[in-house]
C-alpha cells in the first residue's frame, strides 16, 4: 500500500466517521466536531491527490530549481486548494459555534432534535 | 465601460468600508450599501446593453496577469451580463426593501448583505471551479448571517440546518472537484470537458460528485427540507434574494459544469428537476403559510428550471430564450411576492386580503401570478410555447405532460390564493402599509412588465405588448381612478372603433363573431352604466377578454391564435372572479380553462412538429398518423370552454356568480370562443379518423349528450341564474352536434345558434340579473308574482323563453327548423334522438322561469320593489328589437354565410328567395309564422280578455292560514323543487358524478400531499439523510440506468 493510498483512505474513513457522528450525535457541539472531522478528512483526500511519490514539496528555492521543477515537486494546485478550505472551514465552524451558542442562550438547549418548529 | 471585475471590487470595497464606519452611522451605512448595490447594477446594466444591443461579445477578465488555465478568469457574456443585473437589483431592491431590519441590526449585516451578492456575481462570472466552490461557502456563511435578520425566533434553528447541510454539501463538493481535477488536470471549465467525464465514462463517479452538491444548492425534492424553513422564517426580502439571485446563481453554475460533462448527463438534470416541479407543487397544495408556500413554489420553479438546463442540446438556440423567460418570471413574481409577503400582518394565506385595501398591490400580485403561471404577454409565456414545441417535435411527449400537470398544480393554489386576496375577509385592525414596501414592489412589478416586452421583441412573433387591443385593454389600468361611467363610455366607444376598423378584413363567419364580441359587447356594456363610483378593475378585465376574444377570431398563426386564447382566459377570469360568492367558481373556471388550454398548445406543438410561425390553416396538411392526436387535443380544448358534459362543472357557479352585467358577457359572448376555436378546428382538419372511428362522430355523441344532460339539470335549479347557467350548456351541446354533423344546414344552424344564443341569453341574464338585483335573491321559490310591478321584466323574459324554446314565432324557430333539415341530411339516428328529446326539457325550465318568477302570489318583502333600474333595462329592449328583427329577416345575418358554406359543403344549402327560405325537405316562412302566429296569439288574448270579465278579484290575503309556520318556509311554495316527480324518475341521470369525479382527484391530491409533507420532520439530522439518501440513491439509478 502507498503513501498515497493510505493517505487517500484515512481521509475518507474520516469523512465517514466524521458524517456518522454529525447525524448520529444529537448534540450540536459534537455535530460541529463530527464536521471538523470529515473536513480534515476532506483535506487529506485534497492532499493525497496531488500527491505524487518521490517527489519534493512544492517550495522552489536553492534545492528546487525552477527549470527542473516541474519534473521534482509535487502538484502544488491541491495543496492550494486545502489550504483555502482549511481558511473556509475555520470560517464556517466559527459561524456554527456562533449559532449554537445563541441557540443555546435563546432556547437553553443544544439538542438538534429540539429545533424542530419548523417543519412541513 | 468599466471592467466587470469591478463588480466585485465595488461591492467588496464597500462592505470594507462599513468597517470603517461609527457603529451609529447607520443611515450613511445603509446609503453606502445601496449605492454600492446600484452602482453594480448600473455596471452590469451597462455590459447587458452593449451586449444585447451592441452585440459585442464576451469579456474575460483574467487575474494573477496570467491567463488560464494558469490563473482564474471570469467572464462575462450575454446571459452572464443579465444574471448580473438580476442579482444585484434584486439585492438593491432587497436592501431598500428591508431598510429597517438592516438600521437596527447595525452595519455589519449590510457588509453580510454586501459579500452575499459579491459572492452570487463571483458564481456567475468565475470559469473555475474551484472558484465556484469558495464563492459558495460565502454564500453559505452570508446566508448564515442573513437568516438571522428575522422577528422570527425560528429563523436560529432555520439557520443551523442550512449551516448543516452546507458542511455536507462542501465535502461532496470538494472532493468532486478533486477527482475531477485529478482526471482532466485542469480546474478551468474551459480546459476540462473530457469524454472520460461523459455519463458512462471512466470519471463518472468524479463528475458526479462535482454535479450532485451543486444540484443540492438548487434545493431539489427531497433534499431541500432546510431551504423551505429558511423561506419560511428568514426575513422576506432575504428570501427574495435567496429564492431570485441564489437560485439563479446556482442554476447557471450548473449550466456552466455542464460544459465539463457533456449532454449525457442532460436527462439526469431533466430528472431531478421534473420531480422537485411536480412533487413540490402537490405539497405546496396543502401549504396555508405564505412563505414555506412560497418556498415550495421556489423549489419547484427551480426545478422547472433545471429540467430545461438539461435539455439544452435539444432546445439549441432557443435555450437561453426559453431558460431566460422561465427564470426572469420565476425571479421577478417571486422576489415580488416575498416583499408583498412583508406587507402582510399575518401569516396564513387568507391574511393576505388586506391588501386588496391597495388595488396597485393587486395589480402586482396578478402580475406575479401571471408571470409564475406563464400566461402572456409574460416571458414565461413565450417560453412555455417553445419549450412544449421543441419537446413535442422530438416526440418527448411524457415530459410536456410532467410539465402541463405541474404546471396545472400551481396555478391551482396560485389563483386559490388570489381568490382568498379578492374575496376573503379583511382583518379589522388593517395598520397602514409602508410606503416603501409597496414601491419596491411596484418596481418589481413594472419589471415584469419590462421583460414581457423585451421577451416579447425577442420571440419572433408579434409582440404582445405591441397590440393594439391589448394595449386598449391595459390602457384601462392607467385610468382606473376616473368615475365608472366614463369608462364605459370609453370602452364602448373603443369597441365600436375597433370594430369599425377592422371588419371590411373579416370572412362571413368571422363577421358573426366579430359582430357579437365587438358590438354584442358594446350593448352589453350599455347595463354597465347603472354602477356607480370607480368600479376599480372592471374594466381591465372586461377589456381583456374582449381583447383577447377579438384577437382570436383573426389570429392566422397558432401562437396568435393560443395567445389571444389565454388572454380572453385570463380577463374573464379577472371579471368573473369579482361575483359576491365567485371565489371558488372563478378557481375553478380558471383551472378547467387552463387545463383546456394545455390541451391546445400540445396540440398544436404536435400539429407544428417544430415549424416555426405555424399558421392555423396549416392544421389541414398535418400527417396522417397525428392528425387524429392533434384533433383530440384541440377539440378537449376547445370543448373544455363550451362546457360539455363532463368537463362542465366549472360553468354554473362561474355564470350564476358573476356580476349582473358579467354574466350575460361571460355566456353571451365569452363562451362563443371555445365554438370559434371547434368551427376553426373542423374547418381546417375536417373529421380524421382514430382507429376507424370518425371523430366528429363522437363529438356529435358528446353535443348530444351535453345538450341532453345540460337541459336536466337546468330544470331542477332554483336558482335562476343557475338555471340560465346550465340551459347554456345544454345550448353549446347544440351547436357542437350542428357543427359535428359536418354539413351545410348543420352548420348554418349552429352559426345561426351562435347569433340567437348570444341575443336571449344576454337578454334572459340581464333581466333575469336585473331582478335578483332587486330583490336581493337569485332563488326563483323566494319570488312570485313580480308581473305587476316589473312588467317589462316580465315582457323581456317571456319573449326571451319563446326564443330559447323555438317556437314560432321567433328567430328560435327558425334555429329548429335548420336543425331538423340537418338532421335529415344526417345517417347519425341515435344521437339524433336524444337531440329530439332535449328539446322538449327546455320547456320545462324555460316556463319555470316565467312561473316562479312572475306569477303566482307576491311576497310581502317584494311589495315596494319597481323594475330593475333603467340601464340595465336598456339592452334588453334592444335585444328584443333584434329578436323580433332577426325573426322576420334572418336572411340579413345568414344569407352570406350559407354562400360562403357553399365553399366547405357544397351540397344541401338553403334557397333564398326574397322572404321565403327553402330546402330540400320544406319551406320556411318567417313573415308569414310571424303574422299567423300573431294572428292566433291576438285572439286567444281577446278571447281571454272577454272570459276575463266575469272573474271573481280575489285579494291576497283572503286566505287564513291556521297552521303554524313551517320549519323550512320554501316547502309551501309551489315553485319549490317544482320537479319533484320527474327528479325521483330519472334520479340516477342526475347524478353529480362528474363533480365527484373531480372533486375527488382533488381531494386525492391534497391527500397525498398532507401525507408526503410529513417527510419534512424538522429535524436537521433528517436532511442530513435525506440529503445522503437522494445523493446515493440518485448515484444507484445512474448505474442502474447505464
Request: no cysteine; charged share 10%; aromatic share 12%.
Amino acid at each position: 500500500m502507498t503513501l498515497q493510498n493510505i493517505a487517500m483512505s484515512t481521509g475518507f474513513i474520516l469523512i465517514l466517521i466524521g458524517l456518522y457522528g454529525a447525524m448520529t450525535h444529537k448534540n450540536i457541539l459534537r455535530m460541529i466536531v463530527g464536521f471538523t472531522i470529515a473536513g480534515t478528512g476532506t483535506n487529506l483526500v485534497l492532499i493525497a491527490v496531488g500527491y505524487l511519490p518521490g517527489r519534493a514539496a512544492p517550495i522552489l528555492n536553492a534545492a528546487v530549481p525552477i527549470e527542473t521543477a516541474s519534473a521534482t515537486i509535487v502538484d502544488p494546485v491541491p495543496q492550494a486548494l486545502v489550504l483555502t478550505a482549511i481558511v473556509i472551514g475555520l470560517g464556517v465552524t466559527a459561524l456554527m459555534l456562533a449559532f449554537a451558542y445563541k441557540i443555546h442562550a435563546t432556547k437553553g438547549t443544544l439538542d438538534i432534535s429540539k429545533l424542530t418548529d419548523l417543519k412541513w | 465601460m468599466v471592467s466587470p471585475i469591478y463588480l466585485i471590487v465595488i461591492t467588496l470595497g464597500a462592505a470594507f468600508l462599513l468597517g470603517l464606519l461609527s457603529e451609529r452611522r447607520t443611515e450613511l451605512a445603509h446609503f453606502i450599501t445601496v449605492l454600492a448595490l446600484a452602482a453594480g447594477g448600473l455596471v452590469s446594466f451597462g455590459w447587458l446593453w452593449i451586449m444585447a444591443a451592441e452585440g459585442a461579445s464576451a469579456v474575460e477578465i483574467y487575474t494573477a496577469g496570467t491567463k488560464p488555465p494558469f490563473a482564474i478568469n471570469l467572464r462575462v457574456g450575454l446571459p452572464e451580463a443579465a444574471l448580473l443585473l438580476l442579482i444585484y437589483l434584486t439585492g438593491l431592491m432587497s436592501a431598500i426593501h428591508m431598510k429597517d431590519m438592516l438600521l437596527r441590526k447595525g452595519r455589519r449585516a449590510m457588509a453580510v448583505l454586501l459579500i452575499a451578492i459579491m459572492a452570487l456575481a463571483g458564481i456567475i462570472m468565475t470559469r473555475d471551479i474551484f472558484n465556484i466552490f469558495v464563492f459558495f461557502e460565502l454564500v453559505a456563511i452570508s446566508t448564515g448571517g442573513m437568516v438571522l435578520l428575522s422577528d422570527d425566533p425560528r429563523a436560529l434553528s432555520a439557520g443551523i440546518k442550512y449551516l448543516i447541510i452546507a458542511q455536507v454539501i462542501s465535502i461532496l463538493l470538494l472532493v468532486g472537484i478533486i477527482f475531477t481535477y485529478q482526471a482532466t488536470g485542469s480546474l478551468n471549465i474551459d480546459f476540462m470537458k473530457t469524454p472520460e467525464l461523459a455519463l458512462g465514462g471512466g470519471g463518472t463517479l468524479a463528475f458526479f460528485l462535482l454535479l450532485v452538491p451543486l444540484l443540492v444548492e438548487l434545493k431539489p425534492f427531497p433534499a431541500n427540507g432546510w431551504a423551505l424553513d429558511i423561506y419560511q422564517s428568514a426575513h422576506p426580502a432575504f428570501s427574495a434574494i435567496l429564492s431570485a439571485a441564489t437560485g439563479s446563481a446556482a442554476l447557471f453554475a450548473v449550466d456552466k459544469i455542464m460544459d465539463i460533462g457533456g449532454a449525457s448527463w442532460g436527462p439526469v438534470l431533466t430528472g431531478v428537476g421534473l420531480l422537485s416541479f411536480v412533487v413540490s407543487n402537490i405539497l405546496a397544495l396543502v401549504q396555508k403559510n405564505d412563505r414555506r408556500l412560497l418556498g415550495y413554489s421556489s423549489v419547484a420553479q427551480t426545478g422547472l428550471i433545471l429540467a430545461v438546463v438539461g435539455q439544452r442540446e435539444l432546445l439549441g438556440e432557443s435555450y437561453l430564450f426559453i431558460a431566460g423567460g422561465l427564470l426572469i418570471g420565476h425571479a421577478v413574481a417571486k422576489a415580488g411576492l416575498f416583499y408583498l409577503s412583508d406587507l402582510v400582518k399575518g401569516r396564513m394565506l387568507t391574511n393576505w386580503a388586506d391588501l386588496r385595501r391597495n388595488p396597485l398591490l393587486v395589480f402586482a400580485f396578478a402580475t406575479f401570478i401571471a408571470m409564475l403561471s406563464g400566461l402572456p404577454p409574460f416571458p414565461g409565456f413565450y417560453a412555455k410555447w417553445e419549450l412544449v414545441h421543441a419537446l413535442m417535435a422530438s416526440g418527448k411527449t411524457g415530459l410536456v405532460v410532467l410539465i402541463l400537470f405541474g404546471a396545472i398544480l400551481e396555478a391551482g393554489y396560485l389563483f386559490r390564493w388570489f381568490g382568498y386576496l379578492m374575496k376573503r375577509p379583511q382583518s379589522n385592525t388593517p395598520g397602514t402599509l409602508p410606503l416603501r414596501g409597496v414601491l419596491v414592489t411596484m418596481a418589481a412589478a413594472l419589471a415584469g412588465w419590462l421583460a414581457a416586452y423585451i421577451w416579447g421583441e425577442l420571440s419572433g412573433y408579434d409582440n404582445l405588448l405591441s397590440q393594439t387591443a391589448l394595449l386598449f385593454a391595459l390602457g384601462f389600468l392607467l385610468i382606473d381612478w376616473f368615475p365608472a361611467k366614463l369608462k364605459n363610455t370609453i370602452a364602448i366607444a373603443g369597441m365600436l372603433a375597433f370594430f369599425w376598423q377592422s371588419y371590411t378584413g373579416y370572412d362571413p363567419i368571422q363577421m358573426i363573431f366579430g359582430i357579437i364580441i365587438l358590438v354584442g359587447g358594446a350593448v352589453i356594456l350599455l347595463a354597465s352604466y347603472h354602477e356607480r363610483g370607480q368600479r376599480i378593475g372592471f374594466y381591465p378585465s372586461a377589456l381583456l377578454m374582449f381583447a383577447g376574444l377579438a384577437m382570436l377570431i383573426v389570429a392566422e398563426q397558432s401562437f396568435q391564435f393560443f395567445a389571444a386564447w389565454e388572454v380572453l382566459t385570463l380577463g374573464s377570469y379577472f371579471l368573473i372572479l369579482r361575483g359576491k360568492n365567485a371565489e371558488p367558481h372563478a378557481l375553478s373556471y380558471i383551472l378547467f380553462s387552463l387545463a383546456g388550454a394545455f390541451a391546445i398548445i400540445a396540440g398544436f406543438a404536435l400539429a407544428a412538429q417544430g415549424q416555426a410561425g405555424f399558421k392555423i390553416t396549416a392544421l389541414a396538411d398535418v400527417a396522417a398518423d397525428l392528425a387524429p392526436w392533434v384533433f383530440i387535443l384541440l377539440a378537449i380544448g376547445f370543448m373544455t370552454k363550451t362546457a360539455v358534459i363532463g368537463l362542465h362543472i366549472w360553468l354554473p357557479g362561474a355564470h350564476a356568480e358573476a356580476e349582473t352585467d358579467v354574466s350575460p358577457m361571460v355566456s353571451g359572448i365569452l363562451l362563443k370562443a371555445g365554438l370559434f376555436g371547434i368551427i376553426v378546428l373542423l374547418s381546417n382538419m375536417g373529421s380524421p379518423e382514430l382507429y376507424g372511428v370518425k371523430l366528429t362522430y363522437v363529438m356529435l355523441w358528446i353535443g348530444a349528450l351535453t345538450a341532453l344532460m345540460g337541459n336536466l339539470m337546468a330544470a331542477f335549479q332554483e336558482d335562476a341564474k343557475r338555471l340560465l347557467a346550465y340551459s347554456s350548456i345544454g345550448q353549446m351541446g347544440y351547436a357542437i352536434f350542428g357543427l359535428a354533423l359536418m354539413n351545410h344546414l348543420g352548420w348554418l344552424m349552429a352559426l345561426m345558434f351562435v347569433i340567437n344564443h348570444y341575443i336571449y341569453k344576454s337578454m334572459l341574464f340581464l333581466s333575469v340579473g336585473g331582478v335578483a338585483k332587486r330583490t336581493g335573491t337569485k332563488l326563483m321559490y323566494k319570488m312570485g308574482g313580480l308581473i305587476t310591478l316589473m312588467p317589462l321584466s316580465f315582457f323581456v323574459v317571456l319573449i326571451g323563453i319563446i326564443a330559447v324554446s323555438g317556437v314560432p314565432p321567433l328567430s328560435g324557430f327558425g334555429g329548429r327548423w335548420m336543425f331538423y333539415n340537418a338532421i335529415l341530411d344526417s345517417e347519425n339516428r341515435l344521437p339524433m334522438i336524444i337531440i329530439f328529446i332535449s328539446g322538449p326539457i327546455a320547456f320545462l325550465y324555460l316556463f319555470r322561469l316565467i312561473h316562479a318568477i312572475f306569477l303566482g302570489q307576491l311576497k310581502d318583502e317584494h311589495r315596494k320593489l319597481k323594475e330593475p333600474s333603467f340601464w340595465i333595462m336598456v339592452p334588453q329592449v334592444i335585444y328584443v328589437v333584434l329578436l323580433l328583427a332577426f325573426a322576420v329577416l334572418p336572411g340579413m345575418a345568414l344569407q352570406k354565410v350559407d354562400t360562403f358554406l357553399n365553399g366547405m359543403f357544397p351540397e344541401g344549402g338553403l334557397n333564398w328567395d326574397g322572404l321565403l327560405i327553402t330546402s330540400d325537405y320544406g319551406y320556411w316562412s318567417p313573415v308569414w309564422i310571424m303574422v299567423v302566429t300573431g294572428g292566433i296569439f291576438a285572439a286567444v288574448f281577446m278571447l281571454l280578455l272577454a272570459i276575463n270579465r266575469k272573474a271573481q278579484k280575489v285579494k291576497q290575503f283572503n286566505i287564513v292560514y291556521s297552521a303554524e309556520r313551517p320549519y323550512r318556509p320554501e316547502t309551501t311554495h309551489f315553485a319549490w323543487n317544482f320537479f319533484a316527480p320527474y327528479r325521483k324518475a330519472i334520479w340516477f341521470l342526475l347524478l353529480p358524478i362528474a363533480t365527484r369525479f373531480w372533486g375527488g382527484i382533488t381531494e386525492a391530491l391534497h391527500a397525498t400531499a398532507g401525507f408526503m409533507r410529513r417527510f419534512y420532520t424538522g429535524d436537521a439530522q433528517h436532511y442530513v439523510f435525506h440529503l445522503l439518501g437522494f445523493v446515493v440513491g440518485l448515484y444507484l439509478i445512474l448505474l442502474g440506468v447505464q
